[in-house]
């Protein structure tokens, strides 16, 4: 275990809907990064929080947003879902600060199905 | 921003044989190295990593070279097994942010 929670672990909804991913990062950790995985490709960063800021912003589509809450725990909303959104999303968390960055921990993954 | 290739995208060995995996990275400014392991539908996960004041690190039958001058870096697992078969993916990091991962090394050890 980790110690980052991800919910929920499966989801499956229609095209056009919208759903929200829920992390909860280790204790004590700063940083929260969301990740897309698709079907045997690689990890797609689309953004990072920072002690709730946003930090740094990959290729998220405009369809998608993320907060991090003061309680450090993220959400990350995806709206008008696509059949291609369909992917495991993975949060990471480290402790991290801006000067120098430590290990990164993963949560098991949301495995959203589009349908 | 940083950019992280990897190479190759899918390697076979040998049971006891050596795998390498090397990435490259655009970034100077990265210090921070990671390399993470993922088996068939799980998360990935910390194997070693190597932070840009040291040239080489060693854990049992894995190491880490960077070669800062060059930017890039790899990963060496000697005495391969078969639980050793998974996808490894390298990433780069600098002063607190974003990882950026490498596209991810499918290695296949065969008995």
């Known amino acids: 275990d980790s110690g980052v929670t991800q919910t929920p672990k499966h989801l499956i909804t229609a095209t056009g809907q919208r759903v929200t991913l829920r992390c909860s990062p280790r204790s004590g950790d700063l940083s929260v990064y969301w990740y897309q995985q698709s079907l045997d490709q690689g990890l797609q960063f689309l953004i990072q929080y920072y002690n709730g800021e946003e930090r740094a912003k990959g290729n998220i589509l405009e369809r998608f947003s993320a907060q991090q809450f003061p309680d450090l725990h993220s959400e990350l909303n995806l709206s008008s879902l696509e059949l291609g959104d369909s992917a495991l999303y993975f949060c990471?968390?480290?402790?991290?600060?801006?000067?120098?960055?430590?290990?990164?921990?993963f949560g098991q993954g949301t495995r959203l199905t589009v349908v | 921003g940083e950019n992280v290739e990897q190479h190759p995208s899918t390697l076979s060995v040998q049971e006891g044989d050596s795998a390498v995996i090397k990435c490259t990275y655009s970034d100077s400014a990265s210090n921070y190295f990671p390399w993470y392991k993922q088996e068939l539908g799980k998360r990935p996960q910390l194997i070693i990593d190597?932070?840009?004041?040291?040239g080489e690190k060693k854990d049992q039958r894995i190491a880490v070279t960077l070669n800062k001058t060059a930017k890039h870096f790899s990963l060496h697992i000697t005495e391969t097994q078969p639980e050793d078969s998974a996808v490894y993916f390298c990433a780069a990091a600098g002063g607190g942010n974003k990882l950026t991962f490498g596209t991810g090394t499918q290695l296949k050890v065969e008995l």
């Open positions: 190597i932070r840009s004041n040291v």
């Open positions: 990471a968390s480290s402790y991290g600060t801006p000067k120098s960055d430590t290990e990164a921990f």
